[in-house]
């Protein structure tokens, strides 16, 4: 330690400190050496001002049980504070600064108070717990990834957001209603899809006689053969897309006659026998007859519906004739028989 004793004031004066400017006042003021060089400490009746770094030779010891700590202001000043435990006790923090999904681009904080927000997709539900400090992610949707139909491949979805698509058959109609998430799935002829529907492709003349086609000439299981009925001229009855008769299955047909005749000559006699046999020749059964009688010469409609029970492979034909007088069968007549189970 440097000491001024033995020495004139001349030979140390710059090494003594002393302010810039005579006495201690409410006022700033810079210590400065002899020299007149400025040092980092002011220094006034009320204020020390260091003008630098303020450090310690040795550190200060740590005392978790002091609660009072001195901090410096928005203004540089040190001031006072008193602090609670959590202060001392609280360790280092560690956190992510960058969330990455691959493929996707980046999220990054853009503060140390950012908030991170997880947002809901499609079918996705986000359920937060603050008690547990718990965040729950889970699939709201529910759905059926394979369609399975008895006898048929199965319909499995190729992507979480795939299309199913429904098809309409013959005789059938899909309707679908957004707004209940519905789809019906109907006959189109409201009743069942006709399976036969016979007519004659040109207008021809009744006979006298009751002639029913030979059961040789009738195959219940070809689409190709078409048929006669009461016919000399060898005029056919066919089907609208198919000629010949469709096979039925067991259950219960509806069988419709929609004849439009043209009476040629006053008090004609027209009869209708709707008859069921089988393929193979067996006996004929009439289900119903209708007998109509014009007394004078002009055009006759004769309509009527019958329901009967259907055996398999069951054959549904009519004859139809003149007892008397004369009439045609028009074109637009049509026979049909609709399966209704």
Known sequence: ???????????????????????????????????GVDSALKLSTDTVEVNGTLSFTTAPSTD????TALLVDGSNNVVKRELDSSAFTAGATNSFETISVSGQTDVVADSSTDTLTLAEGTGIDITTNAATDTITIANSSSAFKTISVSGQSD?????????LTLA????ITI???????????????GTGAPIMVVRPDANYALTGSGAFPDTATVENASDTRSYSINNPSNTKLELLTNQGVKTLAAGVVRIDVDFILEVTSANTDVE???IRERPEGATQTTLQSVERRMPNAANMAIGFSLYAAARAEDVYLYKIYASSGAATLKQISSFTVTQLS
Do not use: P
């Open 1 to 35: 330690m440097a000491t001024l004793s033995g020495n004139k004031v001349k030979d140390t004066y710059q090494s003594l400190l002393k302010l810039e400017s005579n006495g201690v006042t409410s006022s700033l003021k810079t210590v400065e050496d002899g020299s």
């Open 272 to 274: 209708i026998s709707i």
């Open 168 to 171: 309409a058959g013959t005789g």
């Open 64 to 67: 978790s049980s002091e609660l």
């Open 175 to 189: 309707t679908t209603a957004a707004s209940t998430d519905t789809i019906t799935i109907a006959s189109s002829s």
């Open 155 to 163: 319909v499995v979805a190729d992507a979480v957001e795939d299309t």
